[in-house]
């Protein structure tokens, strides 16, 4: 485990173009995002960017994807020159359309079938919780807490024990659903890019796989967590200076490249070539 967990920070040094287009899209998106707010003032309206932005995010994930697919092939590759490995990892962003007229579709099915799967189960989360938990605060005090820090502050100093208690349980409750859907969701790309374009199909070969090696799986999950808990508590500092905010934001985009890259070397490593019958199917 720790050659593969090297291995990808060799591979994301060396796939650091990778960041170009997953911050521009980020900019994008932020920039549509904020349009929207100042444009959106109906039910049509928000349908619309609703299906924008979950096109945008399909063509996105397609074509990046698949751009990380072929820079770890590169990197693998021994090059006599520098500049041939320079021209390769360049020519990377010409794989980019590719990747979207192959996967497009497959990223729009996965990210509505995603939003289904967390729909629903955030909604057993609820019920569960209201039946055994038991409501903590109305949906007008939580309004009016989320309206400043200060005003969450006081809310929360204004719960007793009990509420306190019930408020930690709904917290368990919540961060042990994500923990599970994350887990189980953690091969869904790359079977997706690898091996199966229909994402149901591929989700469900996922799970299987995540299961098959379900020890090293779990390692390798375990790891993601630990470096995504380091990263939530370095990015309590992004408001202390502009300068600082800046250097967590290039280190947060480094951490996502360098996570995709591991969970696909993972996959590489565990499966590909193993399953000749899992060949791609539409």
Not at 42 to 48: D, G, R, V
Not at 72 to 77: E, R, V
Not at 223 to 246: A, D
Request: a neutral charge; one cysteine or more; hydrophobic letters at 55%.
């Amino acid at each position: 485990m720790f050659k593969l967990f090297k291995e990808a920070f060799k591979t994301a040094n060396d796939c650091i173009i990778l960041a170009i287009p997953l911050v521009l899209f980020m900019w994008i998106l932020s920039f549509y995002f904020g349009f929207s707010n100042t444009v959106v003032n109906s039910p049509a309206e928000f349908i619309l960017a609703f299906i924008t932005v979950l096109f945008m995010t399909g063509a996105f994930l397609s074509g990046w994807f698949y751009m990380v697919k072929n820079a770890i092939g590169i990197s693998h590759k021994v090059f006599v020159m520098d500049a041939d490995r320079a021209k390769a990892t360049m020519n990377l962003f010409k794989d980019i359309p590719y990747g979207i007229g192959q996967y497009f579709l497959s990223f729009v099915l996965m990210s509505l079938t995603f939003l289904l799967i967390v729909s629903i189960a955030a909604m057993l989360v609820y019920l569960i919780g209201d039946m055994y938990i038991g409501n903590v605060f109305t949906p007008e005090q939580l309004s009016a807490a989320l309206s400043s820090t200060q005003d969450m502050k006081i809310f929360l100093d204004s719960l007793d024990n009990d509420q306190l208690i019930k408020l930690n349980l709904w917290n368990l409750l919540i961060m042990g659903t994500t923990t599970i859907l994350s887990f189980i969701f953690m091969l869904w790309i790359p079977e997706i890019i690898y091996k199966t374009v229909n994402p149901l199909l591929a989700l469900f070969r996922a799970i299987k796989k995540v299961f098959v090696r379900f020890k090293t799986s779990l390692v390798v999950f375990i790891y993601i967590s630990v470096l995504n808990l380091i990263m939530s508590f370095i990015g309590t500092f992004t408001l202390v200076h502009p300068l600082l905010y800046i250097l967590i934001m290039v280190l947060y985009f480094y951490f996502i490249i360098y996570v995709v890259i591991l969970l696909f070397l993972y996959y590489e490593s565990e499966f590909c070539g193993a399953e000749d019958g899992e060949d791609k199917k539409a």
